[in-house]
């Protein structure tokens, strides 16, 4: 093979697609439930947009970004990720003069030039939401309500919700300097990898979440929960608590929850699935009251979250499909040349009226257009050769019960439709 698709990204191919189709659809009817209305971002922005939010120490602007000089020297990046963009649009569009609370969701491509592995591509996809304008801890608690009805909507149980709170900026910078203390004496760091050993200096806090378990190890022996959050934000994560208590969300506390992005403050979530191994993430989110005054905007308040569409469709299994591939309405099989004129118009006209309909234009036997069928699970077979040409009439051919009757020409759309509704193929 000449050439295949970079490492890391994947095809979808109609049977998987399918499946995508039904997740996008699903999640948008819950989103429209929640009252959130859709942006679409460009994939490509300024570098620096990532830089300035996402955080330079973090491992996905340090290592992973997809980032390039183009034409005019501009440094522009792929996305590798929803937040920052949709933060920059609400900030350029003046929606912070016009419209401050927003509901947004969105779903496509993210790119991080991370080490594929099963669940980790270079090019996945998210399907996520922000809302900015609120500071209450109501809003944490209806993202990490969203993402579990949205995964639920989808079909996908078994998922476990962890919650942490990070603190303000204060808290954060406390927790950090802790951190700084604790694990750069040379004796821990001997014991550390090399990446949580540049983290203790650039950016402690990941510490907490490195996945080696040695390091797991010692920085939980080393690092007990401490008591670094301010009274706000104390009240704030208990607030989220009770919230979700009311709802009946079940989710666990879990103090080493940090999240990759630096932009988070207070509340942090993680939605982990046991089906995806090494990758177990399913989705994420929580609280970034800094990011939109960071970015030039006023101070406001803001949470989201982000599901890893590859990964839903992981667990959900296209197997076991929402719905399988749609299936096909009719197949219209023509035996011969002139037949297959004559098909090809039928077949025309059936689509007009709606009906899912294909032929083949190979001239092959009837068997083998049968077998075609059968593969394409049609409901119905349209039969048309010579004779039926000169009688004005097709044979109509029942996959499931395999009647055939024939029927006239000027009743084919009619007689097709009722057959299918009385199968149950359409509605
Ligand atoms: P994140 O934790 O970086 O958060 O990503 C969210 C989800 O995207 C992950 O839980 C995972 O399911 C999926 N994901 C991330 N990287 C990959 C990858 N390389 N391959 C496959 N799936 C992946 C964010 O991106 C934040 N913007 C979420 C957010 C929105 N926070 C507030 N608002």
Redesign the pocket.
Known sequence: MKYKALR?TKDILPKEAALWQEIESVSRIIFRIFGYGEIRTPIIEETQLFIKS?GEDTD?VNK?MFSFTDRGERDIALR?????S?IRAYLESNLYKTAPFQRLYYMGP?F?A?R?QA????Q???I???IIGSSNAAADAE?VTLAARVLNACGISGYEIKLNNLGCREDKRKLSDLLKKTFQESGVQKQLCADCVRRSRANPMRLLDCKVESCRLIIRERFKKVDFLCDDCKAHFDSVIEYLNMLGIAFKTDPYIV???D??TKTVF??THPDLGS?S????????DDLVENMGGPSTG???????????IMVRGCADALTKEKALDVFVAALGDKALEKSFVVASSLRDSGIICVMDYENRSLKAQMRSADTLRAALVIIIGDDEITKNEVVIRDMDTKQQNNVPFDKLIAVTEDMLRQKGARQ
């Open positions: 890391g996402v996905i992973e590798p990720e929803g937040t920052a949709i993210m991080r991370e594929p669940g980790r591509l270079r996945f996809h998210q996520g939401c922000e993202c999240r990759g992005l932009y988070y993680e939605i990758q993430a399913i989705g994420a989110g929580g609280r970034y803001a949470c989201g979250f982000a599901l890893g569409t590859d990964r839903m």
